[in-house]
C-alpha cells in the first residue's frame, strides 16, 4: 500500500515538477532527479514518522512545517493528503518497536537539525550509523589496532602528542559495573576510539533485526515494484533491456576442462613444470650408405677460384710487381685495379693476419645468396676447332698460286686490265693515260696508245675474229683497232671502225646531244663522245653490242651502243640509285645493273625487271656473274663478298668476310670452278666456286689462295683482276703500276 | 603466385608467370625482409635471371617456384612463432612481469636444420660437393674473437663449436690421409683434401688476432654459419661412422685445455679404433648378450677406452697404432704415396711455428709429430727426431742428428710428393719461392725457375731421364711456338712454300722452252727479253717464299673466311683472352730477365 501511494505521490510531484519550473529544466534531467526526489520523499517520511512518535500531537503540523521545508510552495491539500497516507504506514512501524519513541530524543532532534542544515551531506552518508556522525576522535588512521596492542597509546593528536589508552577495567569491575547498573548490557567497549560506547534503543534493535536475518533498517523494502523510470518511446535507438545472459554468472565449461586436463598432466608426470626442455643437437647418420636418391635440379654455386702463385706468401720474384707499376695501378680506375697486391715474406713468422678475410668472406656470402645464377656452357674448346674443315686444297688444283710474270712498263697505276679471247693478249689501261697490249706469255709490251687523260676501263671485244679494245677517258669512249689476226679480219676490223663523215652520224637529235659517234684518226679508231664521265664499259658476248655506264648521267646513265650501225640506245628502265656496275648476261638476253646496294636484274626482251638481289651490304664495288649465269658474285666497298645464287633467293647465300679494305674487282673464270676478288688491302683471294647442275646442291665455296705481292700507291692496293679464258691463272693490276701474272 | 590461383587478367604463362621480384614475394610470403633473406640462405634459394625482365632490369627476380618451395617450409612457421615470442618476451619484459619473462625464455621456441639438410643434399657425395665455403667460413670464425656489439654479436660458444667441427674435420683427413695439397698463401693456409672422389678446398686463416671490419653484416655470416654448422656435424658423423669411430669425440680433458685438440682427437681414434676390435671380440664371444647387460657392457668398454687413451702418451704406442692402421685398409695408389711421404720421420716443432697447422698436416702424410710445451708426446732431447721445424733466424742449441728446417719445407714436400733437400731451408735462410700447387703450369704458359728444379727432383727420384733443362725451356719458352699453331703446322708451311718453289722453277724452264719453241722465227727477238724476264721472275719467286709466317697466317685467315659470324665472333673473343695470358706471361718473363739481368751485374 505504502509503494503504492509513494508511487502516486512521486508521478504527482512530477507532474507538479513539470509545470513549476519546465522552462529551465532540460528534459532528460527528470530521471535522474526523481530518485533524488524519492529519497528525500523517504527521509522526510522516515522523518515525520519520528516527529510523530516524538509528539503525536504536533505531527500535522510539524509535518506540514517540513513538507513546507522541503518542497516550497507546495499546497497544503496535498502535504495533509501525505500526512493522512503516512499515519497509514505507522502502525506499522510503532507495532515493529514500541521503544523506539522513549529512545533519546536528543539525538533525533540533532538528526533533524542535521537535515536542516545540508541535503548533501545526508545524501552522500547514508547509513545513520553512530560512527558515522560522531567523527572519530582517533588518529591511528588506516592500520591495524594490532599494533597498538602492546603500545600504552593509540595514535597521536594533532600537537603530534601521544594519545594515551584508558586503563583498561577489569573483570571484577565489569562485573560490579554489570550489577550495578542494569543498563550496562548495552556499554560497548569500542577499541578504535578506546571508549564505552552505551547503545541506544535503535542500535539495539537494528542488532535485532540483523540477529534474525533481516535487513537492519525496518523500513527497507526488499521488494520493491519495478518502476519504469526510462520512457523507451522517446529514444532514438532502441534500449538494450535484454537480461544478462546466464553464462555470465556460471563458471566455464571449457576452462574447468583444460585445468582437469592440466591438473592430469601435471600429475601423470606429462606436464613438467619449472624443467628447461632438453637443448641437445642431435646429429645422426643422414645419409645411408646407398642413398640412390635422385639428382638436384639446383645449379650449385660456383667455387672459388684456386689461388696461384702470386698469392703465395713467399712468391717468386718475377710475380712481385715493381714500384712503377703498383704506382701505375693508381691511375687505373677502382674497376680495373687489381684486387690483390702480391707480396713477399722471407719467413712464415712474419706473415702478418690477412685484413680483408672477413671482408672476402662476407663477399662470398653476399655472392652465394644474391646472385642470380645461370647455368652457362662453357666453351671449353680449342679455339682451332671452331674453323671450318676446309678440304685439302692439293685436290682441288689447279688454281694461282705463285706470281710468274710481271709486267712494267706504266708510269701510273694500273685501273683497268683485259685478255683476248684467246688469251694470247693482255690489254691494259692506267692512269699515266697509256693503253698497253703485253703479250701474255713473255711480258713483252707489244703496242702503246696515248691517251690525253687517264684511262678509266678498257675491255677486250669477246669475239676472237673482232681484235678490237674499247676503252673509255673521262667523256669519251675509244674503240682501238689493234691491228692483230690475219689481213681478212683486219679489213673487217677496220671496215667497223670506219666511219663516213666525222660530224654527227644518221641518229636522232636527242641521241647527238649524249654520245657522238667521231673518227679518230690518230689513234686509228672510233670515238665515241658522251655527255658525262664514262666509268665502264661492257662488252656483250657477241661483240656488237656494247655498254656504257656514266653514274652521273641519271636517267641516261646507262646506253647500249651498237657497233655494226653505230647507234646508241639508253636502257629503257628506271635507276633506283646510283649505277655502280652493269653486266650482260653469259648466255641469255639479260642485262644485270647493280646500284650501291641492290643488283637488278632486267630481261631485255620482255624490258622488265627479273629480279632484285639485296647484298645487305654499304656499297657494291663490282659484280661477276657466273659462266652458268645463275650465280653472281658482288663485291663490296665493305670488304665482303656476296654469292648470290639466283635460283635459291634474293638474299646471299654465302657472305665472306675475307678482306679488310674496299674490294675494288671480283672475277669468274670462264671454265674453271674459280673465282677472285682484288682488293685495295694489296691482296688478291682465290676461291673455288663449284656451281652443280644439280639444282639441290648448293655451290661449293673454298677459300684457297691469298695472292699478295703488289704494293701500296696513295692507299689503294689491287685495282683489278682478270682470269685468264683458257688457263687458271690470274692477272692483277696494282696501283704500284705492276701487272703480275699468277700461275699454279 | 601459383599459376592456378591467377585471377583473370594477369598472366598465366611466360617470364611475367614464372618470376616474380623479391619484394613481390617477401608480401607474398607475408615475412619481413630479413626473414625472407635467412630463409633464402638456410634452403639455398637464390635470385634468377629471366629472359625478359617484366618489371624492369634493377630489380631481383625469384623463381616462382622457389617462393612456393619456401611457402612451404615449416621452418618459415617456426619463424613466425620466434617473432611472436619475442613480441611475448618484451611485453612481459616491459610489464614487469618478470615471472611470466622468465617462464617464456626457459621455453625459446627453437629450430633445426637437418631436414634442409637432407633436402639439400640428398646424397653424401652433394654435401661434399658444396663443403668448400663450409669449410672455410667455419675454418674463419675458429679463428674470430667473439664480440659482443651493440647490433652484432658472436657468440663465445659458436666459436668454440666452430673449432671443434674444424678440428674434427681436420683429424678425420689427417686420419685417412686425405689430404692432398697445400699452400701458404698471404690470406692463409689452403687445404686440398680429396673425400669421396670430391676435391675439397678450403683456406684456415693464420693463426693470428683477425680483424673484424665494421661494414659487415655479421647476421647475414651468421645465418649461413649456423647452416654450416649443422651441415659439418652431420658430415663429421658419417665420415667419422664410416670409419667406425663414435662420434661426438670424447676428448681428454686436459689435452683439450692445452688447445691440443688436434692431438687429443688423434688419440682419441686410437683409442675408439682399439675399443671397435674389442668390441668386436666382445660380440663374439657374448652371442646372446641380453638386453640388461648392455649398459653395463658400455660402460666397461668407456672404461677400456679411457685406460687405452693413457698409455698412448708414449710415441711408440702412436707409431704402433699408425702400423696397424695401414695394414687394415686398402686404399688408392695416391692415398699410400700420402701415407707413406713422411713415413718413419719424427717432427719437433718449436714454438714460432704454426702449430695446429703442422699438426694436422704432418700426422695426415705419415709422419709423427711433437712440440714443445705441455702434453708433448715426445721432449725435445728425443734421439730419434729426424726433422726439427723451427721459424727465428738463430738456432742457438743444435743436435746433430736432425735437420733444421723452416715450416715452408714440410708443404713444399707435401706439394711436390718427395722429400726435397733441406739445404735451401735451412735456419736464418730465405727460402726458395712457395709455388701454389693449384697451378697449371704448362696451361699457363710460364713456369717459375723453381718449379723447374722441382720437377727435376721428382724425376730424379723416380729414376726418370728429363732433356736438358736448357733446350726444354727453350722449347717451351719459345714465343713463334705460341704464335704460329703449332711445330706441324709450320713443318708443313715450309714444305709447301719448299715445292711452290721448285714447281715455279720447273714450270718457267718449261715455259720458256715452249714459247721458244712455238714462236721460233717470229719472235727471236724476244727470247733475250724472255730470258732476261725469267731471271727476274726467279727473283720475284724467292721474294715470296720465304715468308713462312705470313703462309701460316694465310692458311688460319683462310678459314676464318668461311666462318659464320657468330663463330667467327666467339673465335675472335678466344683470341683476345689468349692474347691477355700471353701478355700475363710476357710481363712475367719481362721482370725475371730484368731480375736476372740486376743479379748478373752484381
Known sequence: ?744 | MPKHYRPPGKKKEGNAAKYMTRSQAVKYLQVSLSVFRKLCILKGVFPREPKKKVKGGHQTYYHVKDIMFLKHEPILEKLREMRAYEKKVKKAMSKKNRDLAERLLSRKPTYTLDMLIRERYPRFVDALGDLDDCLSMIHLFAALPAIDREREKIEVNRIHNCRRLSHEWQAYISRTHKLRKTFISVKGIYYQAEVEGQKITWLSPHALQQVLPDDVDYNIMLTFLEFYETLLAFVNFKLYHSINIKYPPILDPRLEALAADLYALSRYFDANSRASEMELKLASVENGAKSKDAELEESELRLAQLQHQLPSNEPGALMHLMEDAEGKDEDDAETMECRNLFKNMKFFLGREVPRESLLFVIPAFGGVVSWEGEGAPFEESDQSITYQIVDRPTQGRKFLSRDYVQPQWVYDCINARIILPTDDYMVGRVPPPHLSPFVDNEKEGYIPEYAETIRRLQAAARKEVLPMPGMDIEDLADPQHLLAEGVIDRAEAIEAAEKKKKIAALQEQYHNELKLELQGANYSSVSNDAIQNATLNSEAVEASVPDLQQIAEDAANMSKVLMPRKKRKLYEAMQIGKGRQQAHVGLLRERKRKIDAAKGSK
Open chain 1, 1 to 744: 500500500m505504502a509503494k503504492d501511494t509513494s508511487n502516486q505521490k512521486n508521478s504527482k510531484k512530477s507532474k507538479k515538477l513539470q509545470s513549476k519550473g519546465a522552462k529551465e529544466q532540460v528534459k532528460y534531467t527528470k530521471p535522474e532527479e526523481s530518485p533524488n526526489r524519492l529519497q528525500e520523499e523517504e527521509e522526510e517520511k522516515a522523518e515525520s514518522t519520528s516527529s510523530e512518535e516524538l509528539s503525536p500531537f504536533d505531527s500535522e503540523v510539524e509535518g506540514e512545517d517540513f513538507s513546507d521545508s522541503d518542497d516550497d510552495k507546495s499546497s497544503l491539500s496535498g502535504s495533509e493528503s501525505e500526512s493522512s497516507e503516512l499515519a497509514e504506514d505507522e502502525d506499522v512501524f510503532v507495532s515493529s518497536d514500541e521503544d523506539y519513541v522513549s529512545g533519546d530524543g536528543t539525538s533525533g532532534h540533532v538528526q533533524n537539525d542535521d537535515h536542516g542544515e545540508s541535503d548533501d551531506s545526508r545524501q552522500v552518508e547514508e547509513s545513520d550509523s553512530s560512527e558515522d556522525e560522531v567523527a572519530p576522535r582517533n588518529t591511528v588512521g588506516d592500520v591495524p589496532l594490532e599494533w597498538y596492542k602492546d603500545e600504552e597509546h593509540i595514535g597521536y593528536d594533532i600537537s603530534g602528542k601521544k594519545i594515551k589508552k584508558k586503563e583498561r577495567e577489569d573483570k571484577l569491575d565489569s562485573f560490579l559495573a554489570s550489577v550495578d547498573d542494569p543498563e550496562n548490557w548495552r556499554k560497548v567497549y569500542d577499541e578504535y576510539n578506546d571508549e564505552i560506547v552505551e547503545l541506544t534503543k535503535e542500535e539495539t534493535k537494528m542488532i535485532r533485526r540483523m540477529l534474525k536475518g533481516k535487513a537492519p533498517h525496518a523500513d527497507f523494502d526488499p521488494y520493491p515494484t519495478a518502476v519504469d523510470w526510462v520512457t523507451v518511446d522517446d529514444f532514438e535507438h532502441p534500449f538494450p533491456d535484454a537480461p544478462e545472459p546466464k553464462r555470465r554468472f556460471i563458471p566455464s565449461k571449457w576452462e574447468h576442462k583444460l585445468v582437469v586436463r592440466l591438473v592430469r598432466g601435471i600429475r601423470a608426470g606429462l606436464i613438467k613444470l619449472d624443467e628447461k626442455p632438453k637443448e641437445e643437437k642431435q646429429v645422426y647418420l643422414m645419409w645411408g650408405e646407398d642413398s640412390n636418391s635422385t639428382e638436384r635440379h639446383h645449379v650449385p654455386a660456383p667455387k672459388p677460384k684456386l689461388p696461384g702463385h702470386e698469392e703465395s706468401y713467399n712468391p717468386s720474384l718475377e710475380y712481385i710487381p715493381t714500384e712503377e707499376e703498383i704506382k701505375s695501378y693508381e691511375l687505373m680506375y677502382e674497376e680495373d685495379r687489381p684486387k690483390f697486391i702480391p707480396k713477399r715474406f722471407t719467413s712464415l713468422r712474419s706473415v702478418p693476419a690477412y685484413e680483408k678475410a672477413v671482408r672476402e668472406n662476407f663477399d662470398r656470402c653476399l655472392d652465394l645468396y644474391l646472385c642470380p645464377r645461370v647455368r652457362k656452357k662453357r666453351i671449353n674448346i680449342d679455339p682451332e676447332s671452331l674453323k671450318p674443315k676446309l678440304p685439302n686444297r692439293k685436290d682441288l688444283r689447279p688454281y694461282p698460286t705463285t706470281c710468274y710474270i710481271e709486267y712494267r712498263g706504266h708510269n701510273g697505276s694500273v685501273v683497268s686490265i683485259s685478255t683476248n679471247p684467246t688469251g694470247e693478249w693482255i690489254a691494259s689501261g692506267s692512269a699515266d693515260g697509256t693503253v698497253r697490249i703485253w703479250e701474255v706469255e713473255t711480258g713483252r709490251c707489244l703496242r702503246t696508245w696515248e691517251l690525253e687523260e687517264a684511262v678509266q676501263h678498257v675491255a677486250w671485244n669477246p669475239a676472237p675474229e673482232l681484235p678490237i679494245l674499247a676503252v673509255t677517258v673521262a667523256q669519251d669512249v675509244f674503240l682501238l683497232n689493234i691491228g692483230l689476226g690475219n689481213e681478212e679480219e683486219q679489213k673487217r676490223v677496220e671496215e667497223l671502225l670506219h666511219i663516213d663523215f666525222p660530224g654527227a652520224p644518221d641518229d636522232s637529235d636527242s641521241f647527238a646531244t649524249i654520245v657522238k659517234w667521231s673518227k679518230n684518226d690518230k689513234l686509228g679508231g672510233v670515238r665515241l663522245t658522251h655527255f658525262k664521265t664514262v666509268s665502264t664499259v661492257e662488252w656483250h658476248r657477241k661483240g656488237d653490242y656494247f655498254s656504257t655506264l656514266m653514274p652521273a648521267g641519271e636517267s641516261r646513265a646507262i646506253l647500249v651502243h651498237q657497233l655494226s650501225k653505230r647507234q646508241t640506245q639508253r636502257m629503257p628502265f628506271k635507276l633506283h640509285g646510283l649505277p655502280v656496275s652493269t653486266a650482260f648476261h653469259p648466255t641469255r638476253s639479260i642485262f644485270f645493273i647493280s646500284t650501291k646496294k641492290n643488283v637488278r636484274v632486267y630481261d631485255l626482251l620482255k624490258q622488265r625487271l627479273v629480279k632484285k638481289l639485296e647484298t645487305g651490304v654499304r656499297e657494291v664495288s663490282s659484280i661477276a656473274i657466273h659462266p652458268g649465269g645463275d650465280n653472281i658474285i658482288v663485291g663490296s666497298k665493305d670488304g665482303k663478298l656476296c654469292w648470290f645464287d639466283m635460283d635459291l633467293s634474293s638474299q646471299p647465300y654465302r657472305v665472306l668476310n675475307c678482306h679488310h679494305k674496299d674490294i675494288t674487282k671480283v672475277a669468274f673464270h670462264r671454265s674453271y670452278p674459280l673465282f677472285a676478288t682484288s682488293s685495295d688491302d694489296c691482296t688478291a683471294y682465290v676461291f673455288h666456286g663449284m656451281v652443280y647442275s644439280d639444282l639441290n646442291q648448293d655451290p661449293f665455296i673454298v677459300p684457297l689462295e691469298i695472292l699478295r705481292g703488289h704494293s701500296t700507291t696513295n692507299g689503294r692496293g689491287v685495282l683489278d683482276c682478270k682470269f685468264h679464258p683458257k688457263q687458271p691463272w690470274l692477272f692483277t693490276a696494282g696501283s704500284d703500276s705492276v701487272i703480275k701474272l699468277y700461275c699454279h
